[in-house]
């Protein structure tokens, strides 16, 4: 279960039942197995990258990683080719999760994470490549931080969020 799961008590990161057999989660929620295996996967690709740095196997390290976040950006985080690759290969050896978490938190993370891979890209190409390695390193610490401890800054920053909107939409509520 994901830290944001775990801490937040919103129903944004709440498990969510059981999955009873070897179907899908339902429709918005996703295995978080999956998001800690890509996680990982996202970790090595980034520690590579910057271990190469600077060279082209960097631009194209993070010019990848850049694709699987837009991936999940837009599509979701379901539809990743590292979600492809745990649906494939690891759940089926895993069986179905216990629970479920809504896919709205890591489609955020998912976000940040094409926001800072972009800024890394845009600086290797540049010239820049202390603005790539440093905007690598960030995604590459959130990375690190999911897949290791569970723990989803994106997801967390995304809950913030909703709660921040959520008490300044009932603040600034007409009374009646």
């Keep these: 279960m994901s830290t944001a799961a775990s801490t937040t ?7 969510h039942g059981t999955a009873a057999g ?6 918005g929620r996703i295995d ?20 190469l740095s600077p060279s082209a196997w960097t631009v194209v390290l ?3 990683q850049l694709v699987v976040f837009g991936f999940g950006s837009l599509a979701g985080p379901a539809r990743t080719p590292y979600a492809w690759i745990f649906r494939t290969f690891v ?6 999760p216990r629970e479920t978490e809504e896919a709205a938190p890591p489609r955020f ?3 940040v994470g094409l926001l800072f891979a972009s800024v890394s890209l845009v600086g290797y190409l540049a010239g820049v490549p202390t603005l790539g390695a440093v905007a690598a390193g960030f995604a590459l610490a959130a990375a690190f931080l999911n897949a290791a401890f569970g723990y989803c800054l994106g997801c967390e920053m995304y809950l913030l ?3 921040s909107s959520a008490r300044l939409h009932h603040s600034t509520r007409p009374t009646t």
């Design 161 to 163: 969020s909703r709660r």
């Design 32 to 51: 978080p197995r999956g998001q800690r295996f890509a996680a990982t996967l996202t970790a090595v690709v980034l520690a590579a990258a910057l271990v």
């Design 91 to 96: 759940r089926p050896r895993l069986g179905a």
């Design 22 to 27: 070897p179907q899908a989660p339902t429709v």
């Design 9 to 15: 008590g919103q129903s944004a990161g709440r498990p």
């Design 109 to 111: 993370a998912q976000t």
């Design 62 to 64: 993070v010019g990848a």
